[in-house]
């Protein structure tokens, strides 16, 4: 269970320091196996429930072409955005843990189809460079899949090398997407 890892991470911090500060945070949701819309729905319920966190924006589902091999499944890609008090190796092993919660199998294909892809893509307007995380997700700038959904809610976002989201949409055209009517998502 994702939450309770994440909690235990957090309780283990002494008492006296003060809470981190909350951020705002992007993530990019793909799946194209095993029901990808029940995948995203089920991936949003878990990201809801962690701790210190609070999601508040959530795009439409969108169907898009495989980029990679062409012999999968066309993809449901979405983009939620969530202010928390994790730190980013924090949010990443709950989001791992999330991936795996239905089973996730990392498979040996690179770039080959998955059930659950949970990608941090932006955190605040930090720039990291960790062997366990690059942020900002160093695929994020010329995707239809990602930029689209991002733009519905956060369509004035600067990125922390000073473009704007504006900008990278102008050169990326919205071809192979395919926008689905609103989600409900609920537990
Ligand atoms: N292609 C699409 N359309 N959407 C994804 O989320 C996605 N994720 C991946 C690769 C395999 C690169 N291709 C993708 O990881």
Redesign the pocket.
């Known amino acids: 269970n994702a939450a309770a890892v994440v909690a235990t991470n957090v309780v283990d911090r002494a008492p006296t320091a003060p809470p981190n500060k909350m951020e705002r945070v992007y993530l990019g949701l793909?799946s194209n196996l095993a029901e990808p819309l029940q995948q995203l729905r089920d991936a949003l319920v878990s990201i809801e429930r962690l701790p210190g966190s609070q999601l508040t924006g959530v795009s439409s589902f969108y169907i898009?072409?495989?980029?990679?091999p062409p012999d999968q499944p066309r993809?449901v890609?979405a983009v939620a955005a969530l202010d928390t008090r994790l730190t980013p190796l924090e949010l990443l092993d709950a989001l791992q843990a999330i991936e795996l919660e239905q089973g996730r199998v990392r498979k040996d294909q690179r770039?080959?189809p998955?059930t659950r892809?949970l990608d941090i893509l932006l955190f605040g307007q930090r720039r990291l460079a960790e062997e366990r995380l690059t942020v900002p997700h160093y695929h994020m700038h010329a995707r239809a899949?990602v930029l689209y959904p991002l733009a519905e809610i956060a369509g004035e976002l600067q990125l922390p090398d000073g473009r704007y989201l504006r900008e990278l949409l102008a050169d990326c055209p919205f071809e192979d997407l395919e926008r689905l009517p609103a989600q409900q998502v609920t537990p």
């Open positions: 793909g898009s072409d495989p980029l990679g993809y890609n770039w080959g998955r892809d899949f």
